[in-house]
């Protein structure tokens, strides 16, 4: 079965869709995508769709290995995200072929469905305790919200005491046992994520999430010592090899590695496994569209390790069109009791509705995020 053809098509509000087609008349989806980064990230598809044309479609641990290892520069996000688009499809392909969910190819599932969280609050969060209270009275039994807004290298008490409020306001709100998920964002640096890893505490969150840059990961070692709070790590880390010293450093507790970020499939099943033999739990990151959380889906069936998965329903970024929007069947991702089922259809387990992607990909988008910049005019993280 030979690739014959790849296509792709920038959807709002900020995606990339690749589809992959064979001269059998399957065709595989798959969502190559750095947000902010997707017309890049499109043309590199391209120049590795260039050598796939006329390959076998089966063969994807080689692809993977071409296309990673030949040509010469590797890792990094933009080429990272390519290849895990590619073979996201490629595996939609291969399930399609032999009439299998995609778990079924890599040795079958070890559960029937995933715990799921709900972001609230939006990228400067507030009225964050009514939004809990609303995701939870719809049936999550987790969310997640950003914690802080900018702040510098070493920042005032304020800030520090907006942030306790607004955890406050949320615990309040959902009751003592919801899971409350904290993400840092990479806005912080570690001064200040020592005295907010102490301070929140009292709170018991699920985790905090990237409370240091991942190219600062070394600090993870000082706030593990000043709190007992989970911590997760991982969305901008490509490759098993990107996590190698993670892991065995010892300090992390949740590895968040973004399935159209890190390769694909192929391998985060393997930096999934890897973090098993150390003990450390994978809670895929995916704020991202129905292609990449099917793909998350597909691989958390077969993760021991897996223990919550990131969705994007309703997230603030998803201005114009939303999760659902893409797929024939809207009930393939219907959320009970805090859970989602894991797709039983052949290949990544949806159906693409592809008059709808074409028609929203003729005015194709341009998002980027915000910059952001502190009172003194430094650029702050955002």
């Not at 240091?212 to 997760?232: D, F, G």
Request: net charge negative; hydrophobic share 40%; proline share 4%.
């Amino acid at each position: 079965m030979k690739i014959t053809k790849l296509e792709t098509y920038l959807v709002e509000p900020r995606w990339c869709f690749v589809k992959i087609e064979t001269d059998e008349g399957i065709a595989g989806w798959g969502e190559p995508v750095v947000e902010g980064r997707a017309a890049t990230v499109e043309a590199a598809v391209h120049e590795l769709g260039d050598y796939l044309i006329g390959k076998d479609a089966l063969r994807i641990e080689d692809h993977w290995n071409v296309m990673y290892r030949a040509g010469f520069y590797r890792g990094g996000p933009i080429l990272m995200s390519a290849i895990a688009g590619i073979d996201q499809a490629l595996w939609d392909v291969k399930g399609k072929y032999f009439n299998a969910p995609v778990y079924q190819l890599l040795g079958g599932a070890c559960r029937d469905s995933i715990r799921v969280y709900s972001w609230i609050g939006g990228d400067r969060p507030s009225d964050v305790g009514k939004a809990a209270k609303a995701v939870v009275d719809a049936g999550f039994t987790a969310v997640k919200m950003n914690g802080t807004e900018e702040l510098q290298y070493v920042d005032s008490y304020e800030k520090i005491d907006q942030t306790m409020e607004r955890i406050a306001a949320v615990r309040d709100a959902v009751g003592d046992y919801i899971g409350i998920g904290i993400d840092f964002h990479g806005r912080v640096h570690k001064p200040m994520a020592k005295i907010l890893a102490k301070e929140l505490e009292a709170f018991r969150p699920m985790f905090i999430e990237e409370p240091v840059l991942s190219e600062n990961n070394e600090a993870l070692r000082e706030i593990a010592n000043h709190t007992s709070i989970p911590i997760a790590t991982g969305e901008r880390m490509y490759s098993r090899w990107d996590f190698k010293h993670l892991l065995s450093d010892g300090y992390v507790d949740i590895i968040q590695p973004d399935l159209s970020h890190a390769g694909g499939i192929t391998e985060v099943k393997k930096i999934a496994s890897m973090a098993e033999a150390y003990d450390v739990a994978i809670a895929p990151h995916c704020p991202l569209g129905p292609i990449a959380l099917a793909a998350c889906l597909q691989m958390d069936a077969t993760a021991h390790n897996a223990f919550i998965q990131e969705q994007s329903l309703g997230i603030h970024y998803n201005q114009g069109s939303d999760l659902l929007d893409y797929i024939t069947d809207r009930s393939v991702f219907d959320y009970k009791d805090g859970h989602v089922k894991i797709p039983q259809g052949p290949g990544l387990g949806i159906e693409i509705n592809e008059e709808k992607v074409k028609e929203i990909a003729e005015k194709r988008h341009n998002w980027k995020n915000p910059i952001w910049r502190h009172q003194d005019g430094t650029v702050a993280e955002w």
